[in-house]
Structures are given as structure tokens and as C-alpha cells.
């Protein structure tokens, strides 16, 4: 009996149903942020360096601050886009400009002063600071860099301040004054 009493039990227990309990369904929530790329130049856009010399080198006395107004760190780029195109053209290499060659030089600095407090000078500029028109060249790629900022990974919301120089052609052809249009560009790694 005692035999039949425990396969009787084992029998039942296997016929019984059995219950599990937990969640059917549950909730996930996904974000995103689309993001915006951008910048936006923070005051005036432009820069007039008056009267120059030929064959000379002028550093602008004021900067350009050019911000980042996107959502996401963003690195910028220079590029001359336009500029008095038969009168002048733009010289990528080396050296100083000759007859009716310019050149543009950028470099970002917070205050306009080298680390020893003296005010920029084109001795603080190199030919990594130079502009070119045939290509955009990024801060990522280690241009522009001579001052105390970078425009490599430019946290959201954050400014850089463009200083320009200039070097005039020798010698010049035109006495006018001519507009050279530099555009900046924002983009991430």
C-alpha cells in the first residue's frame, strides 16, 4: 500500500497544471535627439583692414567669434570662397606673396595676445595658419592652431575667436578695395 500511496501522489502531481507568474508584457522607452550642426558668428562678420602697404603683413586688431550653436561638440573649417578674381589670386605656398598674390592667415585666440601678453604679430603665424582657396582645411587636421584656442572639438554652446592676417600683393595692379570672403564651416568627427 505504502508503494501505491507514493505513485498515486507522483501520478497526480504530474497531471496537475503548472502556474508561472510574472510580467506578460513591459515597457521600454527609446530617445533621440536629432543632431543640428551648426555655428553662427557672434557680432560682426566682417573686418576691414583699411589701407595697406604692399608687400606687407597686417594682423587684425579685433577677432571674429564664431560660435557653436548646434547640439553636438563640432570641429571648423576655413575656406577662402571668394575673392577679386582677376585682380588678384590667392598664393598657397610658401613664401611672400608677389605681383597681385595675396594672403589670408586665421588662427583662433581668446584675447589677441601671445603667452607672454604682447599683442599678435605676424611672427605668431605659420603656414599652418594659412587659408586656402582650393580646400577647406580643417582645425581637426591641426591648422589654425598657433593661439591659446582650438577649433577641434568645440563643445556646444562655446565660442572661438578668429584673427586674421593679411599679406598683401607686390606689387599690386589695383588700388581698390577689394572683399575676400572666407566661410567657416562646422562639421563632427
Not at 78 to 90: H, N
Not at 106 to 122: C, H, K, M
Request: aromatic share 10%; net charge negative; proline share 4%.
Amino acid at each position: 500500500m505504502g508503494k501505491l500511496r507514493i505513485i498515486f501522489v507522483t501520478v497526480v502531481g504530474l497531471l496537475l497544471p503548472v502556474f508561472c507568474f510574472g510580467a506578460q508584457t513591459a515597457d521600454v522607452t527609446v530617445t533621440v535627439t536629432v543632431r543640428v550642426i551648426s555655428l553662427t558668428v557672434v557680432g560682426s562678420s566682417s573686418y576691414d583692414f583699411g589701407l595697406v602697404p604692399e608687400g606687407s603683413s597686417v594682423v587684425a586688431s579685433n577677432s571674429i567669434e564664431v560660435q557653436n550653436d548646434g547640439n553636438d561638440t563640432e570641429d571648423f573649417s576655413l575656406q577662402i570662397t571668394s575673392y577679386p578674381s582677376g585682380v588678384w589670386s590667392v598664393k598657397e605656398t610658401s613664401g611672400d606673396p608677389g605681383a597681385d598674390e595675396f594672403k589670408l592667415y586665421a588662427l583662433y585666440d581668446s584675447n589677441g595676445q601671445v603667452p607672454d601678453g604682447d599683442t599678435l604679430d605676424a611672427s605668431d603665424y605659420d603656414e599652418n595658419d594659412l587659408i586656402l582657396a582650393s580646400s577647406a582645411r580643417n582645425a581637426t587636421d591641426g591648422y589654425f592652431d598657433s593661439g591659446d584656442e582650438s577649433a577641434d572639438e568645440v563643445p556646444s554652446g562655446q565660442s572661438r575667436h578668429l584673427w586674421f592676417m593679411f599679406k598683401s600683393p607686390n606689387p599690386s595692379s589695383d588700388y581698390t578695395q577689394q572683399s575676400i570672403t572666407v566661410t567657416v564651416s562646422a562639421s563632427v568627427d
